[in-house]
């Protein structure tokens, strides 16, 4: 069997899950994992599928291409190969939230993530929220894999410092808090 | 993944809301230090306080600045010294006090708790040691706090210790005149006081408790006010059903995480975690008041008829929120209603829309009692025992805690202003009930346990 990572992209409409996964049973390929996300109307998409051997990304690029046409959809679709050799930090982490907020500028997310990719720190879910259209207030939630191995305060100290030196508010909190307060304990 | 709502909204109760976690206290036993040898004794607490409490407040900061809520108070509390110090005189429970602020000092917290004695049946020579040496004791400190416990729902009210009390009173603020009485801020006198409560003045470690443990208090009237204002604009039909909801639900989240940061505290110093007390204390920083959530909830102020239904159903609300939030909830758990802490009940009192009898009537309801309450420096011991007896008295028949902590602010009257700073806050002088106690208080003896059958 091979694995087949697929993104699928563009306007989002009823059907569109069916239009893909429809394409690739047909393919005789199995849906592993999946997830998508929808954003002002936009779809995306990643699935992962174990095909048969005589199946490649450029049959599955284009059959699941064809079965959104047929239906009239207007989202693109890539295809590759499923890599194991991906990202994984090889020491300990510590889930942290780092909240940023303020009026909204084109450079907060390539200065924080800047950060980041300095440090090693790997961004594993990433949120930007308007607040107000108006008043052009913005938040950035930054869900980060912290090494253990970095200094804590210095890495509060050098964000902080970014932070405010374009006029943002920026917290950095251990992610138990969040679900400490909301989430009932799963036993 | 987090939701937008749960980073929006804890990001929200952290900066605007005053979220905190009001004490972490460190409770330490000197059952093991006692010795006939003052300066035994002495070097034995010293020794023991700073081994363990070294590095308190570096913790608290570290798991404090971890999680981005601030850990605002560090304190300790100790087993009650007129046990542990029974064979001293007056003189060496002075010394004693002046040890133990030395000892908070050194440790770098803001109180220490625990310079007290439990006299509700009878006084022993060390219970009378201290309570004689209150006035220099207090006045010759600043971070010792005492709490004197002179009633209980099994044992009744001892009208001596009572009596006692009110004169004793009128010498610690009398110690402490050139600072408006600020001693008695430091002192408490109790009916069923319990024996892990982390906030001060109250906080000492019982004897039933372990050698050492962290207990930890949170707070949050900002929080639980803040929310029943989102409730009234978000619900068109807003009943009282659904406020009790809201601070049940406010009071889990407050909750929780005062228990997730006193584990971690006491993880991290390798003691075991107690309780989390879950009571809204409130500073004189605006939003962050009890006073102002009974405007919230439709009164004038707190203070006007239906003061004492908004309170029972908050202080109700709170424990079964907290109740559900951590395993262990003890100390006093409630709401509290200092009047000089609180910025809108200080503003009630000073406007005459809050009488001390309103008060006391109040604390048939809430934890804690006649509390941080400055009255004229000229009132009769005798009328300060009645208050005393008063509050006892429901705290003995409602099987709960009451105290009272008030201030006779030395060469002060009604409508004078008492200053104490900080956290204590100020407090416009009120008046008391000028009828007389004398006769009833010099009688003296013992009020007997009350019957725990036919509650009616």
Do not use: W
């Amino acid at each position: 069997m091979n694995h087949i990572v697929i993104s699928v992209i563009g306007r989002d409409c009823p059907g569109v899950v069916y239009a893909i996964s429809s394409a690739l049973s047909k393919e005789k390929c199995n849906i592993e994992e999946l997830s998508q996300t929808i954003l002002k109307g936009q779809f995306a998409s990643i699935f992962i599928v174990s095909a048969p051997e005589d199946v490649t990304e450029e049959d599955i690029q284009r059959v699941v291409s064809l079965s959104l046409e047929a239906r009239h959809m207007d989202l693109t679709v890539a295809a590759r190969t499923f890599e194991t050799d991906t990202f994984s930090c090889a020491e300990e982490t510590e889930p942290f939230v780092v909240t940023v907020n303020g009026s909204d500028q084109p450079e907060i997310i390539a200065m924080i993530s800047g950060v980041f990719a300095e440090q090693k720190v790997n961004i594993e879910n990433l949120k930007a929220i308007r607040m107000d259209e108006a008043s052009n207030e913005c938040v950035l939630v930054f869900e980060v894999a912290l090494p253990l191995s970095i200094n804590r305060n210095a890495f509060r100290q050098m964000l902080q410092a970014k932070a405010r030196s374009v006029g943002l508010s920026i917290s950095i909190q251990h992610q138990n808090i969040f679900e400490a307060i909301h989430r009932v304990p799963i036993v | 993944m987090l939701t937008e709502r749960e980073v929006l909204s804890t990001i929200n109760m952290l900066r605007n809301e005053h979220l905190d976690v009001r004490t972490v206290t460190l409770g330490i036993s000197l059952f093991d230090c006692v010795s006939h040898d003052f300066d035994v004794f002495s070097y034995k607490v010293r020794a023991k306080i700073a081994k363990y409490a070294a590095h308190l407040v570096e913790h608290c900061n570290e798991v404090g600045a971890r999680y981005g809520i601030p850990v605002v108070n560090k304190r300790i509390s100790v087993s009650p010294m007129a046990v542990v110090g029974a064979g001293f005189s007056a003189d060496q429970m002075v010394r004693a006090c002046q040890m133990l602020d030395e000892a908070a000092k050194e440790a770098g917290v803001d109180f220490l708790g625990g310079f007290g004695a439990l006299v509700e049946k009878g006084m022993t020579p060390g219970d009378r040691a201290l309570i004689n040496a209150l006035p220099e004791a207090l006045a010759t400190t600043d971070r010792v706090c005492s709490s004197i416990n002179v009633a209980s729902s099994k044992a009744g009210i001892n009208m001596d210790a009572v009596a006692l009390m009110g004169r004793q009173i009128l010498k610690v603020a009398d110690a402490t005149k050139d600072r408006d009485g600020i001693g008695c801020a430091k002192l408490v006198v109790f009916a069923n006081i319990p024996q892990d409560v982390p906030f001060m003045a109250g906080a000492y470690l019982g004897i039933g408790e372990p050698d050492v443990v962290i207990n930890v208090g949170v707070s949050g009237p900002g929080v639980v006010k803040k929310a029943i204002d989102r409730a009234k604009e978000t619900h068109e039909s807003l009943t009282l059903s659904d406020v009790a909801e809201v601070i049940k639900s406010t009071a889990y989240k407050v909750t929780r995480v005062g228990e997730l940061i006193g584990k971690e505290v006491a993880g991290r110093m390798n003691l075991p975690f107690g309780v989390a007390d879950l009571s809204l204390a409130p500073t004189p920083a605006v939003g962050d008041s009890v006073g102002e959530i009974f405007q919230s909830v439709g009164l004038s102020s707190i203070g006007a008829p239906g003061s004492t239904a908004v309170l029972a159903m908050l202080n109700d609300a709170v424990k079964k929120g907290g109740v559900f939030a951590s395993s262990h909830v003890g100390g006093l758990s409630g709401a509290f209603i200092p009047v000089s802490e609180d910025s809108s009940i200080e503003a009630a009192a000073n406007s005459g829309a809050l009488t001390m009898e309103k008060l006391e009537a109040m604390t048939s309801v809430c934890s804690v009692g006649l509390d941080m309450i400055a009255i004229p420096g000229d009132t009769p011991a005798t009328t300060i025992s009645g208050l005393i007896a008063d509050e006892m008295a429901i705290g003995m028949i409602n099987t709960k805690t009451t105290a009272v902590r008030v201030i006779p602010v030395p060469g002060k009257g009604v409508g004078e202003t008492a200053i104490f700073g900080g956290l204590l806050g100020q407090a416009k002088i009120i008046p008391v009930n000028t009828g007389d106690a004398s006769a009833f208080i010099n009688l003296g003896g013992r009020i007997p346990a009350p019957i725990h059958s036919l509650k009616n």
